[in-house]
């Protein structure tokens, strides 16, 4: 059974959980912006899922945050999540 997307904010922690997917991801992008707002580190350990739009948006919200001058590293980056930034050749960087 698919799981939406949830997420929540711990000081500058943003723990997203359930299914990062074309199906589930549009609340957070339409959010993106107060979403990331003091975010340094993104936490995937609650995402059960991930597909290539979810991919797209983790960089995207990863750009977001260094153009908001800070720093920013994902945590539990998943084999499914590596296996498709290594598909996609994408830099080491996008996706810290």
């Known amino acids: 059974m ?16 359930g299914e990062l ?3 589930f991801l549009v609340p957070l992008w339409d959010a993106r912006n107060e979403v990331t707002q003091g975010v340094s580190v993104i936490d995937l350990n ?12 983790l960089v995207h919200l990863v750009d977001l945050i ?17 296996t ?4 996609y050749n994408l830099p080491e960087d996008m996706i810290p």
């Not at 698919?2 to 959980?17: H, I, V, Y």
């Not at 609650?46 to 948006?57: I, K, N, P, Y």
């Not at 260094?66 to 590596?82: I, T, W």
């Open 2 to 17: 698919a799981e939406q997307l949830s997420w929540t904010r711990d000081g500058e922690r943003l723990m997203l959980r």
């Open 21 to 23: 997917d074309q199906d």
């Open 46 to 57: 609650g995402l059960s899922r991930v597909d290539t739009a979810g991919l797209a948006l």
């Open 66 to 82: 260094r153009s908001q001058g800070r720093k920013v590293s994902l945590e539990g980056v998943s084999e499914k999540v590596a």
């Open 84 to 87: 498709l930034k290594r598909l």
